[in-house]
Structures are given as structure tokens and as C-alpha cells.
């Protein structure tokens, strides 16, 4: 998307919270909202909501305030709200298993095809409705059905070489829950979930 | 902590990032390392790790680069690394059980100490050795067990309430899994991990 490339990774991760307060709004019938009405509700301030959204060309008028569905719908665009994205989870762990269980996905177009493992005790269980698969059967599934997306909840040891793997198989995104930075040789976009780096903020703001 | 206040909360967000590139660095005896070094390992730029790191004044010695052990011991005191915190979890669904296996935690002085839920069928049961124990009790637990930090895993309607719940009782930190922003009346430091906020910009990356 030739949009968001020219603006910076700071304002496209900051999008998804602005979408969903929008989408707050929206339930609650607000129809206009000014930047700094806006800012008083997200904690931040007015200059850095116009600053933000600027970037994306034109979406307020000045006095008025952003129209409000009209701001959600361009920001759902931008971040693929209306495009469906199939995804499989490989690692039938207790995180893998949160995932799966995970009911926002669905409501952001977020559809599960299949979970996979490699312990013999856990094929076969079924998981929101999904047989677990042999993590064998990977290639021969990929083939046959086309994925997006996959999330990586394994232990970190084996995370890169899996990684390698599911990319070869044309799978476009990673979403790795291991404690490490996931850099790859192939082509293939990869966000890196940190856990203990949230909580190590978290402490921050405590001591 | 004084030192940190003045710094932005973007720099802070950063620093775990870097607490574990220099604990990488360190594993191979790696002593020096320069701005431009570390900005090619961690695909960011020199003059933003440049930025970042004198904000806490003075770790860089220039054209000889950074003392690798004395910026991670900096940054480990800065992030309360060498501290101990005391944390239970409520709620042991799935995301509870794969945040009390979590080892991450316990090499980062995250001491698990109780596990809550209101579940009957799950209340009693043994999670990583803990038995869990029933929501009811957390009064009387908390008054005997002082802790720094509940980590919310239960579901959105019953965060906000629970939230106070426990503020009230002590507890100084929460780490809220629930997609919302949670705000409270309560003097407690609240940090929000959004999962769906994380998937979407991988997928902005995607499309």
C-alpha cells in the first residue's frame, strides 16, 4: 500500500488504537469529534492526533473536527479491516491454544484454517473445532490451502527454522510469540510479539 | 525513578528492546560495540540509538563505542531488572496458563506467587505447581501476601471491576490481556498488551 509507506512505523503501529477508539465512538453514536476531544479520551494529545492523521492526507476539517465513520472507514481500509486473512497457528501450547480461543480475530476479518504440533498426545485433540495437525503435514496443507498468515507459538530453539519452513510455503506473515527478534532470509513480513518487554515497561512506571 | 521521568515514554518503550540485544552481546563476549554496529544488529539507525542512549547521559564514549556490560547493568537498573516482583494471575484460561509457563518471566525477577479464577472446575486444579485458588479469596490472600503486579487474563466485561478490586487492595501494577484500554480511578500503573492491535499492523505490512 503505497499510503502507509510514506509514513513512519510509529504512526502505522499507533493506528489500530485510534481505530479502535473510532469504532468506541461510533457505538456510541458520536458522528464528529475534534482532535483535541479526541486526545482527551486516548490520553494524548491534540497535536500528536493531527500530526498523525495528517499523514494519511486531509481527514479533518479544520473547526469541524473528523467526521467520524468517514475516519474509521479510511483507517479500516488502511489497516485491512474489510480484507478476510486466513491464518494457522503452529504450537497447540497453552498460547497457541489462547490464540485459537481468541474471539476479536474473528470480528477483524481474521479466519482460522488449522492448528498444527509436533507432540503425539496433542494431534489429534481438537481445538475450537480444529483437529490438531502432525507440524509434518505442513507442506502438504500449504499446498492445498493457501495462507496468510502464520503465528509462531513454539519453543524459541525452534522458531527460525519453522519460520524458514512455513515462508518456503508461501505463507506472507509471521507472527512470532518467541522471546527473540525473528530475522529471516525470506521474504516474508514478520512482527515480533515481546511479552516480557511489556512487562519490563510496565516495571518501569512501578519503581 | 527520577532519571527515567525525563525521558520520553517512546525511548522507555524502546529499552527492554535493547536490555536484550546487549544481554545477546555479552553471551558472545562481545565488550565494544559501536553505534553503528548495534543499529545493523537491530535494524534501526545509529543516530536514533545514539539519540536514545544519551538520554540517560553519557553511556557512549566516542569513536570507541559502548562499554557493552556497563549499558546493559545501566539499562537493567533502569528497566528494576536486578528487583524482584512479586505477581499473581487472575483468571487461568488459556492466556493465564501460558503466562504462569512463561520462564521468561522468572530470569527477569517475576516471581509468580498465586493464581486465581472463579471457575469451580478450576479452581483447586495445579498450574506449574500452584494450586488455583478461588477469586473469592483474593481479599484475604492480598492482605497477607503482599504483591507488585496482577496480570488481568479474564475477560473484558469483568477487567474494569476487578481492576479496582485489586488497585484498592495493594497491588501496584497491572498487565491488562483484556482488548481495552483500561482506565482507572485507583493510583495503579496500568499497561495494556492488545494482541489484535499487534496482528493489525503486521497485516498493514502485508497488504
Redesign the interface.
Known sequence: ?DQ?KKVSI?V??R???Y??YLSDLLKMDVTRISSKELSLRM?TTASQIRQDLNCFGGFGQQGYGYNVEYLYNEIAK????S?Q?KFIIIGA???G???A??N??VS?G?QLSGIFDVNPQIIGTTIKGFKVMDQDNLETFLKENPI??AMLTVPSHQTAILAERVAKLGV????NFS???L?LEADV???N???????????????
Chains 1, 2 share one sequence.
Request: glycine share 8%; net charge positive; hydrophobic share 50%.
Open positions: 500500500m502507509q510509529a502505522v503501529r493506528l489500530p488504537r481505530y479502535r490520553g488502511i489497516l485491512g479491516v480484507q486473512f501450547g497453552n498460547m491454544r489462547a490464540l480461543n481468541y476479536n480475530f477483524r481474521f496468510d498468515i506472507k506473515g509471521l507472527w522471546p527473540m527478534d530475522k513480513v514478520v512482527e510479539v515481546h511479552l516480557s518487554d511489556s512487562l519490563m515497561v510496565l516495571v518501569i512506571n512501578l519503581i
